[in-house]
């Protein structure tokens, strides 16, 4: 069954904002790795997490280290480059990955 | 720098056609996929392999078969194309047990008439 996620499915941001995505697990996950998928087709990593936060520029990134069922991601001062699909995904072992569906951002001017 | 490289990047072809998509990592990862995006279904996986020699089926392989003959090199096959495996695909690679992070290629458009 699905095994993660993601909320909310659409967000439209104005430049400048803030903003957060989250991604839920349906059982207790090592780690999670967000990507950004932009206009071109490309994936892009932005964080990997096996636990505890981690912080690039505007985007920060936090992994619930107690119960290891969700993960968000913090979107800061919001511009218009940050548009795009992201995606959480779990390794869920037996060398596999499960992807969520994703959150179309769209920032607006 | 990490790199994943597929090729093609754009593939027309006819159905009832073999398709032999490719993919090259220079991150010496024992772990590779091939994934297909579709709207609606997000990514899903076709194939993966954990080391040369190695192919394991995902969660949707029909009408597919992968190929992984060196660490560097790993390929998805159609043997008789569809007009429904009409998709991006994308090639990634991983170290053991998901402790590195997933990188991906740039993806093939295939489209098959």
């Known amino acids: 069954g699905d095994q993660v996620e993601q909320s909310p499915s659409a967000l439209s941001l104005h430049e400048g904002t803030d903003s957060a995505l989250r991604c839920n697990f349906t059982?207790?996950?090592?780690?999670v790795q967000w990507f950004r998928q932009n206009s071109r087709g490309s994936l892009i990593s932005l964080f990997y997490?096996?636990?505890?936060t981690k912080e690039n520029g505007r985007l920060k990134s936090a992994f619930d280290s107690k119960e290891r069922r969700y993960s968000t991601l913090h979107i800061r001062d919001a511009q218009l480059e940050d548009s795009g699909t992201y995606f959480c995904?779990?390794?869920?072992?037996?060398?596999?990955?499960?992807f969520g569906a994703g959150t179309r951002l769209k920032v607006i001017a | 720098e990490a790199a994943v490289t597929q090729s093609p990047r754009n593939k027309v072809a006819v159905t009832g056609g073999k398709v032999t998509l490719s993919c090259n990592q220079t991150?010496?990862?024992?772990?590779m996929y091939w994934y297909r995006q579709d709207t609606g279904h997000g990514l899903r996986l076709i194939h993966y392999?954990?080391?040369?020699?190695?192919?394991e089926k995902g969660d949707i392989p029909d009408g597919y078969k992968a190929s992984r003959p060196s660490q560097e090199n790993f390929s998805l096959i159609l043997e008789l194309a569809t007009p429904s495996q009409t998709s991006v695909y994308f090639c990634?690679?991983?170290?053991?047990?998901?402790?590195?992070?997933?990188?991906f290629g740039a993806g093939t458009r295939l489209s098959v008439l």
């Open positions: 990634a690679s991983g170290g053991r047990r998901g402790r590195n992070t997933l990188y």
């Open positions: 059982t207790t996950m090592r780690s």
């Open positions: 997490l096996a636990s505890g």
């Open positions: 995904a779990v390794w869920t072992g037996n060398y596999k990955y499960v």
């Open positions: 991150n010496n990862h024992n772990n």
């Open positions: 392999s954990y080391g040369a020699g190695s192919t």
